[in-house]
């Protein structure tokens, strides 16, 4: 998530961190220390950032999607940003603040694999429900393709995407229920390389 990350928080120093906003009020840098794999200067820095770039504190859904646009151009980020924003979105009330956007931030830039494979599952679970259905997977893998352009080389149709999605689902339905469990996910890509590459795109997506 690097260059959107970036928007948000450009690369200046800052002695101290001014944690007066208009409608949100961080929490203390210190609890955040503890919260995210940051360091205080690092949390710093990104705080003006994110205050220059959303005074009010907060980030919304179409500016989290006018971000991700401005890094993609190519193709059409609404739909994966849509995705993305719900996972950062902790209490679902529509917006980010600073705490959730680090916590976030720090669990795909410096999380472990298993950090990162929990934040992907819950990316696919759409609903919230506690497992993955293959509508579901294939509506985030669309998004992934839609995100990456509509002209990739080789040329990917939608038939393309529907086999691959049913692939690597049929790979991970251990019991053949038709819903993916958060062990049979975990469990598959612990043990598939390639499977773990494909279900973490987001590292290369985000960076």
């Not at 203390?28 to 995210?36: A, E």
Request: one cysteine or more; a negative charge.
């Amino acid at each position: 998530m690097g260059n959107v990350a970036e928007k948000l928080y450009p690369d200046n120093d800052l002695d101290d961190m001014d944690l007066q906003v208009s409608r949100c009020k961080p929490e203390g840098i210190n609890s955040l220390v503890k919260k995210t794999k940051f360091s205080k200067k690092e949390l710093q820095i990104m705080y003006r950032g994110f205050k220059q770039e959303c005074p009010s504190g907060i980030v919304n859904e179409d500016t989290f999607k006018e971000i991700y646009a401005q890094f993609f151009p190519q193709g059409d980020a609404a739909s994966y940003a849509h995705y993305v924003f719900r996972t950062f979105d902790q209490d679902h009330n529509g917006s980010i603040t600073f705490e959730e956007f680090v916590i976030g931030l720090s669990v795909l830039s410096r999380g472990t694999l298993q950090d990162k494979l929990n934040w992907a599952f819950n990316l696919y679970d759409t609903n919230q429900d506690g497992c993955i259905s293959r509508d579901e997977m294939l509506d985030v893998v669309t998004s992934i393709y839609e995100l990456m352009g509509r002209f990739p080389e080789p040329v990917i149709d939608e038939h393309t995407i529907k086999d691959h999605v049913d692939r690597v689902f049929r790979k991970m339905d251990h019991n053949k229920d038709g819903v993916i469990s958060m062990e049979e996910f975990m469990d598959t890509c612990l043990q598939d390389e390639a499977i773990t590459k494909a279900m973490t795109v987001f590292d290369t997506v985000m960076g």
